[in-house]
C-alpha cells in the first residue's frame, strides 16, 4: 500500500464512562481522538446502555463525525448450554436509523427497568426478547466476548453453526460475525469464524475494542472491576473484566493502521467495517424542530406557500400598491425566518388562530410577535408593526438561534 494513502477504518466496538465501571474514556474524548485520525464515523456501543448517546451524538456533530448509536447487549443463548466463562454473550447492535435507536431503548429499558435487574446483567436477556426488538438494528456478534468464537474456542462447533443460524434468520443481511484478534492463536479462531460465517450468509467484521484511550490506562479498568464488586483488585474475577480477564488482550485505541495491520489477514473483514457505516444512517434529530406535516398546494415549498399568504395579508392591510418601505419590511422578515427554518412554524400558528377565530374560541398572541409584520398580514396578530413603529428584530434578530 502507499505510504501516503490513508487507511480509512472506523471503530464499532467503543466503550465510553457511560459504560459505568467499566471504561475510562468520555464521549468528548473518543470523539476527539477520532477526529483529529480523520475518521469519518465512530460508533459508540455501551454495556447494554444509552446513557451517552446524546452527548455522543452532539459531539460528533460539533466535530463533523458520523455518530453510530448503538449497545453491547448482554444476551443468552437461543438454547441451553453449559460453557466456561459468563452464561452471556455481547450482540453489537447498531441502529441503522430512528426505528432502529427506539429498539435499542426497548431493550435497554428491558434491562434497566427489570427488577431483576442484576440477574439480567449475570444470565443475559433471553433469545426471546430479542426476537421482538430488532427493526431496524444491524448485528454483531461481538467477537471473543460473543458467542460464536466462544463456541469455536470450546470445541463446539456444532453449536457455533447453529447459533450462526439463528442469527442469520432473524437478522439476515444485517447480521455480522465479528472477528478479534488478540494473540498469535486467535487467527486459527478467526479462520473457524469466517467459515462458519460463510456458510451461512454472515460476513466477518473486524473488530478492536476500545475500553480505553492509552495503553497506560488499562491497569485502571482492574480497579473500577473491585469498586463495581467491592473488593480488593487482587480478587477481581476474571469474567467480569474486559475480555474475560485475557492479559494479552488490546483494550485501549488503536490507530487505523495498526488495526489494519493486525487483520492483515483478513482483509475482508476489515473491508466490512466500511459497508457497516454505509448502511447505519442518523438515528437522532440533529437539533432542527421537527415540524407536523403540512398541506400546501400542488408544487409549492412551505416558503413560498408562507410569501404568497403574507403577500395576500398586505394587500388587505395595506392596498394593491403598499408603500417600498412596508413591502422591504416584509421581504426582509420573511428572508430572516426562511434562513432561521421557521416557515412552517408560521403557517402552523396562523392556522390555529384562524380555526380559533372561525369557531369562536378565544385567542390571542403575547409577547414579541406582535413586532412582526408578517404575523400581522398572516392574522396570528392584530398589532400594525408598521403604525406603532415596532422592531421586528426585538422578535426574531438574525443572531438568534431559536425563537
Known sequence: MNENTAVSFTHLRVHSHYTLLGATATVDQLVARAAAEAMPALALTDTCALYGAVAFSQACRAAEIQPILG??????????????????GDLLLLATGPTGYQ?????????????????????????????????????????????????????????????????????????????????????????????????????????????????????RLRLLAAIDQNCPVAEVAAETLPEGGL????????????VQDRFAAFPEAFAAVGQIVAKCKPALPDGRPIWPKLDLPEEQTVEETLAAAAAAGLVERYGRCPQKPIQARLDKELASINRHGFAPLFLLVADITRFARETAVPVNTRGSVANSLVANCLGITNVDPIANDLLFERFLNPARANL
Request: net charge negative.
Open 71 to 88: 449497545m453491547a447487549l448482554h444476551v443468552g443463548l437461543p438454547e441451553a448450554m453449559n460453557l466456561p466463562g459468563p452464561a452471556w
Open 103 to 219: 429498539s435499542l431503548c426497548a431493550l435497554s429499558s428491558m434491562v434497566q427497568g427489570s427488577p431483576q435487574r442484576e440477574q439480567v446483567l449475570q444470565r443475559g436477556l433471553p433469545w426471546e426478547a430479542l426476537q421482538n426488538h430488532t427493526a431496524g438494528l444491524l448485528a454483531i456478534d461481538s467477537g471473543q466476548t460473543g458467542w460464536l468464537m466462544r463456541l469455536v474456542q470450546a470445541g463446539q462447533l456444532k453449536m457455533a453453526a447453529r447459533y450462526a443460524s439463528r442469527l442469520a434468520g432473524l437478522f439476515e443481511e444485517n447480521g455480522y460475525l465479528g472477528i478479534t484478534l488478540h494473540t498469535a492463536d486467535d487467527g486459527a479462531m478467526a479462520r473457524e469464524t469466517v467459515g462458519i460465517g460463510q456458510r451461512f450468509g454472515l460476513q466477518a467484521v473486524a473488530l478492536q475494542p476500545v475500553y480505553c484511550l492509552e495503553a497506560s490506562e488499562v491497569a
Open 247 to 258: 492479559s494479552e488482550a488490546t483494550l485501549h485505541w488503536l490507530p487505523a493502521q495498526a
